[in-house]
Nanobody, 121 residues
């Protein structure tokens, strides 16, 4: 069993910053890709940023230059530094990870419970 627990959401004014964290725990052999998704009211869930175990990153065009994803493999934790926040960044942010629980099994995909980010204008 694997759990992803997010923290760091909250209310911030436009132009401000927040840092999200997501820690994976449980039976973990290794974690492949980790990422952050978000879902605003009435909209589909969308990828915000992702990172491989080797550190290769990818970002949605809407957050490039403002958000930075990073990870600490020793702590099984992924971070999302969000700067220059805009009201349109308001959403529930979800952590996602492809986790290998034992050596001979393929990775399974897991989601966190989500953390609310609200940006006021």
């Amino acid at each position: 069993q694997v759990q992803l627990v997010e923290s760091g959401g909250g209310l911030v004014q436009a132009g401000g910053s927040l840092r999200l964290s997501c820690a994976a725990s449980g039976t973990i052999f290794t974690i492949n890709a980790m990422g952050w998704f978000r879902q605003a009211p009435g909209k589909q869930r969308e990828l915000v940023a992702s990172t491989t175990s080797g550190g290769t990153t990818d970002y949605a065009d809407s957050v490039k230059g403002r958000f930075t994803i990073s990870r600490d493999n020793a702590k099984n934790t992924v971070y999302l530094q969000m700067n220059s926040l805009k009201p349109e960044d308001t959403a529930v942010y979800y952590c996602n990870a492809d986790v290998v629980t034992t050596f001979f099994r393929p990775p399974r995909n897991y989601w966190g419970q989500g953390t609310q980010v609200t940006v006021s204008s």
